[in-house]
T-cell receptor, first 112, second 115 residues
């Protein structure tokens, strides 16, 4: 079963920051927080992941609370093409072949 | 950069027929994962292979089987197809342990329609 809780849907205005929350209160010390998104019927796309420090890449920023029980994915300037289902997933990342377990995700709609 | 390649992209089969989906992982990736996504559903894990051995198994029906070959490509074989098998099937791959992270990357999927 998925170990994360996300709001089912969110809206964001084009050009504004989209902040997608995720709760993972039972996360273990060796589990990373991963974010993927799925644009309609395409393959899930990797966005970013982190353990306990905030992370940033060309796509997004990931803010993880100090107790690691929740995180926020930030898309700094949302565009219409960012409309997708966003999945927050916790996963062990110690060099093994641990699978991803998808939960319900957040349907983000970016409006013009 | 090379991505995960899946074939065929679309497949139509009749009930009780057999279908085979193929997956070519990103070069130098040694782990392959298969997922099934029904209409309006989230991706569900089916099975994974590491170094040609099954490494994990999810909700894969007994009618389905899979394997990973010496060149690391994988095939998902589905027999006695049922209408409920109609779905989008994703393959994903991840690199060896010790490489720069073992992030999982997905292919674009194979659409299976059973009629």
């Amino acid at each position: 079963d998925a170990k994360t809780t996300q709001p089912p849907s969110m809206d964001c205005a084009e050009g504004r920051a989209a902040n997608l929350p995720c709760n993972h209160s039972t996360i273990s010390g060796n589990e990373y927080v991963y974010w993927y998104r799925q644009i309609h019927s395409q393959g899930p796309q990797y966005i970013i992941h982190g353990l306990k420090n905030n992370e940033t890449n060309e796509m997004a920023s990931l803010i993880i609370t100090e107790d690691r029980k929740s995180s926020t994915l930030i898309l700094p300037h949302a565009t219409l093409r960012d409309t997708a289902v966003y999945y927050c997933i916790v996963r062990v990342d110690q060099g093994g072949s641990e699978k991803l377990v998808f939960g319900k995700g957040t349907k983000l709609t970016v409006n013009p | 950069a090379a991505g995960v390649i899946q074939s065929p992209r679309h497949l139509i089969k009749e009930k009780r027929e057999t279908a085979t989906l193929k997956c070519y992982p990103i070069p130098r990736h040694d782990t392959v994962y298969w997922y099934q996504q029904g209409p309006g559903q989230d991706p569900q894990f089916l099975i994974s292979f590491y170094e040609k051995m099954q490494s994990d198994k999810g909700s894969i029906p007994d009618r389905f089987s899979a394997q990973q070959f010496s060149d690391y490509h994988s095939e998902l074989n589905m027999s006695s197809l049922e209408l409920g098998d109609s779905a989008l099937y994703f393959c994903a791959s991840s690199p060896p342990a010790g490489s720069s992270g073992n992030t999982i990357y997905f292919g674009e999927g194979s659409w299976l329609t059973v009629v």
